[in-house]
């Protein structure tokens, strides 16, 4: 079975920053595309930023570029979202999302981490 584990949201004022990270484990066989998802009460969820497998190249939703920094460590399969002047709202609940293969056999699907909240004080 595969895991996602989110760790490192809290409560923060505006301005301030947060690191959050994910780490995937159980029978992995290889790590694609990986992302940060989140969703705030009443909306849809929505896309933070995606890197690529080798994390050569990665994007971002508007709303974040300039401010947060995707970034992933393929011998440890983690996966982490530096988050700095953070605004009221970006209180969400962030979601890790990998595309995993189980074996050499498997197309590999999405995975979703439980979530962890995110909350910025004005």
């Known amino acids: 079975q595969v895991q996602l584990v989110e760790s490192g949201g809290g409560l923060v004022q505006a301005g301030g920053s947060l690191r959050l990270s994910c780490v995937a484990s159980?029978?992995?066989?290889?790590?694609?595309?990986m992302a940060w998802y989140r969703q705030a009460p009443g909306k849809q969820r929505e896309l933070v930023a995606f890197?690529?497998?080798?994390?050569?190249?990665?994007n971002y939703g508007d709303s974040v570029k300039g401010r947060f920094t995707i970034s992933r460590d393929n011998a440890k399969n983690t996966l982490d979202l530096q988050m700095n002047s953070l605004k009221p709202e970006d209180t969400a609940v962030y979601y890790c999302?990998?595309?995993?293969?189980?074996?050499?056999?498997?197309?590999?699907?999405?995975?979703w981490g439980q979530g962890t909240q995110v909350t910025v004080s004005s």
């Open positions: 159980g029978s992995i066989f290889g790590i694609a595309s």
């Open positions: 999302n990998a595309f995993i293969q189980i074996s050499k056999w498997d197309q590999g699907r999405d995975y």
């Open positions: 890197i690529t497998s080798s994390g050569g190249r990665a």
